[in-house]
């Protein structure tokens, strides 16, 4: 079971990124998909997470209104697009087989940096 981050990179206030959590050795279509990201000097935090078969997503209240979490079953992949990106938005991006920090299987994070 293995979880592959991609599609960080350097990108302007305002602008937007769609960052890919791609799976391999199971399907995604049953587990929770989550999103998370650390900044220098903070915890590891929540971004988003889709669930299982029904699609039930949820955000936290930063994110709100401005990222989208989807899967991609045939890609096995879910994603996230982020836009109207904010330089607080810079940080790590891990994707995970859990909606909860520090359980389920992680993927090697993608860094976001939001700057001009």
């Known amino acids: 079971v293995q979880l592959q981050a991609s599609g960080g990179g350097l990108v302007q206030p305002g602008g937007s990124r769609r960052l890919s959590c791609k799976a391999s050795g199971f399907t995604l279509d049953e587990d929770p998909i989550g999103w998370f990201r650390q900044a220098p000097g903070k915890e590891r935090e929540g971004v988003s997470c889709?669930?299982?078969?029904?699609?039930?997503?949820d955000y936290t209240d930063s994110v709100k209104g401005r990222f989208t979490i989807s899967r991609d079953n045939a890609r096995n992949t879910v994603y996230l697009q982020m836009n109207s990106l904010k330089p607080e938005d810079t940080a790590v991006y891990y994707c995970?087989?859990?909606?909860?920090?520090?359980?389920?299987?992680w993927g090697q994070g993608t860094q976001v940096t939001v700057s001009s």
């Open positions: 995970a087989t859990s909606c909860t920090v520090g359980s389920g299987v």
């Open positions: 889709i669930w299982g078969r029904d699609g039930t997503t």
